[in-house]
């Protein structure tokens, strides 16, 4: 298999990738991080806001139906009050979104929190962390990324790396540190 940066994307999420591919992988990511980097009118993160509107025309632009700040009592969760920031449907395909700015430390519990809810209570979903493809960094390295990855290992957490133009899916910790192919989103024109 060709490790072209522009083939490698035809490789099929989920599938193991050989170090070529990896690396082949990983540099179409820092290509997506530069040109982000290149768009952007300032260097700041993106704010909840606009991680829910760009999850909003990336995931649509790709056939998602996706609902905003969804009651746990529509899943049928009681008594708990609150609500997932987001609901992303594929077919059968379920994902509930959580936007984390940071990740900060109360973003995390939350993550935590939520992902016991929705394994004990909604079969078949699966949880997204989601946020600014530009904060990635905390979430490859450090101590963060070691909670993060625990929660991905025990709690089948995903991660989506989100922009307005590009949206990078993990949906496992393999897939995280690219030794699985993850799954690319793009805006359509």
Do not use: W
Not at 145 to 151: A, C, D, F, V, Y
Request: glycine fraction near 8%.
């Amino acid at each position: 298999m060709s490790t072209n940066p522009e083939s490698v994307l035809d490789i099929p999420p989920g599938t193991h990738l050989k170090l070529e591919e990896s690396a082949a992988i990983e540099e179409v990511v820092g290509t997506f991080i530069d040109q982000v980097y290149g768009e952007r009118l300032t260097e700041e993160h993106l704010d909840r806001d606009l991680i829910m509107e760009a999850i909003d025309i990336v995931m649509k632009s790709n056939g998602y139906k996706i609902e905003f700040d969804v009651p746990y009592r529509n899943f049928g969760i009681g008594p708990s009050e609150g609500c997932f920031d987001l609901v992303a449907r594929f077919g059968d395909e379920l994902s509930i979104i959580s936007v984390c700015e940071g990740p900060s430390e109360s973003e995390i519990e939350r993550l935590s929190k939520e992902s016991n809810i929705i394994a004990s209570s909604i079969q078949g979903a699966h949880l997204l962390l989601a946020t600014d493809i530009l904060n990635s960094l905390p979430l490859l390295s450090g101590e963060t990324s070691k909670r993060i990855r625990n929660l991905m290992d025990d709690n089948k957490l995903g991660v989506l790396l989100i922009d307005h133009t590009v949206g990078i899916m993990f949906s496992n910790a393999a897939q995280l540190i690219v030794d699985e192919m993850p799954t690319f989103l793009y805006r359509r024109g």
